[in-house]
């Protein structure tokens, strides 16, 4: 765009009158709108508040669901010796798992197998060694190789799909003394399959050994520390070695568990009645709504139907009620009183209660056709119409300004040509006059 002086022949500064223009041009046509997207925005944000607390209450949901979503149970370790049984034996309790007591005692701990090299006095320098060592199927030729050449060919080859599960590293024992030691990243006696060069440049630095313990009395080996299958549901780390010490295993139903889950169910049932409490909070002082989503009627129905839900169930039995707000109390010991006197009864009942809501909340957080899904796209769809409604009077306005000061611009030369004019005709009869 060329460069122009606003009023240079008229003496009308139309450039500032253009300005002005296009401000109110933009405040009558364009505020409007961005005052639209900002409130669909907040829309779209307290939406996207209701979808995130629905997920949170159907995780919760989900969480009671099932016959065994109540058998939670911990385990305590107590020895008969003055060894704390926890340098002995660690225990997780996870689904499976049933009440019962268990002596264990740890004999042996499993072991990686590790090689130790012949020392060499350089670790970068040729080893000397000839011929050729395999490991786990993979043969690595030795000729011309430092320690260090060994360690990353053999680490490389502990790498991706295929890795061999054996470590290599290099170990300075004096300033004239390195090794290369092999580390079986598996416990067990299994060890490494490992074929020397004929020079027996290796040997064993550690066997690869089982882990040995007794489960009240019955012997039993694994190739591994962590024992997955000797107790069904129940996880095992042997951590230390006593033949003396027994380690006493009291797996028992964990109620406190039980209760923080229920406790969960309620807080995330709370977290969206509060939420849309709130919305539909209104201050006859102020005359002000308590959120954007006043008044909407599909957040009603939300609210609606899931205290509907409840009331259906009749929780009141098993330490649910409902608050003067349509928030939940929960009351754990009345709880786990009908736990304990019919806790397959209770569990049923707390079934039945997660498939319900499950069965409706699925309907309102579903990414296909959910409620909620629907609604927070319909919004984004607002907001994109109005982005593209602001740029259309943007560019309209701007065509306007440029279409304005096109005729300004021609006036100015016009004035320009005219009061040159004027000057000549002026000069000609002056000269005229003398």
């Known amino acids: 765009m060329g460069i122009s002086l606003s009023g240079v022949g008229s003496g009308f500064d139309w450039q500032t009158t253009l300005e002005q223009l296009q401000q109110v041009e933009e405040e009558q046509y364009i505020q409007p709108l961005q005052d639209q997207k900002e409130r669909q925005e907040d829309v779209l944000s307290a939406w996207n508040t209701v979808s995130t607390k629905l997920s949170d209450l159907l995780n919760a949901v989900q969480d009671m669901d099932g016959s065994d979503a109540f058998d939670l149970f911990s385990a305590s370790l107590t020895s008969s010796s003055s060894v704390d049984p926890e340098s002995l034996l660690s225990v997780s309790v996870g689904s499976g798992a049933a009440a019962g007591r268990f002596d264990i005692q740890v004999t042996n701990l499993a072991k990686a197998e590790k090689l130790q090299s012949a020392s060499v006095s350089s670790a970068s320098a040729d080893a000397g060694w000839t011929g050729t060592i395999t490991i786990e199927g993979n043969d690595i030729t030795l000729d011309g190789k430092s320690l260090n050449d060994l360690r990353y060919e053999i680490n490389t080859l502990n790498t991706g799909t295929s890795a061999t599960g054996v470590m290599a590293?290099?170990?300075?024992?004096?300033?004239?003394?390195?090794?290369?030691?092999?580390?079986?990243?598996?416990?067990?006696?299994?060890?490494?399959?490992?074929?020397?060069?004929?020079?027996?440049?290796?040997?064993?630095?550690?066997?690869?050994?089982?882990?040995?313990?007794?489960?009240?009395?019955?012997?039993?080996?694994?190739?591994?520390?962590?024992?997955?299958?000797?107790?069904?549901?129940?996880t095992l780390q042997l951590r230390g070695e006593d033949s003396a010490t027994t380690v006493s295993v009291d797996i028992s139903r964990d109620e406190q568990a039980v209760q923080d889950k229920v406790q969960g169910f309620v807080d995330a049932y709370n977290g969206v009645m509060e939420y849309i409490n709130q919305q539909f909070q209104y201050n006859s002082v102020s005359q002000e709504a308590g959120g954007v989503l006043f008044g909407d009627a599909q957040l009603r129905s939300i609210k609606s139907r899931l205290q509907t839900t409840l009331l259906n169930e009749q929780m009141f039995d098993y330490g649910i009620t409902f608050s003067n707000e349509g928030t939940l109390e929960f009351d754990a010991d009345e709880f786990t009183q009908a736990l304990s006197q019919d806790h397959a009864g209770t569990v049923s009942k707390f079934n039945s209660l997660a498939q319900s809501l499950q069965s409706v909340l699925d309907t309102m957080t579903d990414s296909v056709d959910g409620t909620v899904p629907n609604k927070i796209q319909s919004v984004e769809d607002q907001i994109d119409s109005l982005d593209d409604r602001v740029q259309t009077m943007e560019d309209r306005i701007d065509a306007e300004m440029e279409r304005l000061k096109a005729q300004f611009i021609a006036m100015d030369s016009a004035m320009n040509e005219m009061n040159a004019q004027m000057s000549s005709l002026s000069q000609l009869f002056a000269s005229f006059s003398s």
């Not at 020079?199 to 962590?226: C, H, K, P, W």
């Open 169 to 234: 590293a290099v170990l300075k024992v004096s300033d004239s003394d390195y090794r290369l030691i092999l580390t079986s990243e598996e416990e067990g006696a299994a060890g490494i399959e490992f074929t020397d060069a004929p020079g027996d440049y290796f040997s064993i630095l550690q066997a690869g050994e089982d882990a040995a313990f007794t489960v009240d009395g019955i012997a039993m080996t694994r190739s591994s520390n962590t024992i997955t299958d000797a107790i069904e549901g129940v």
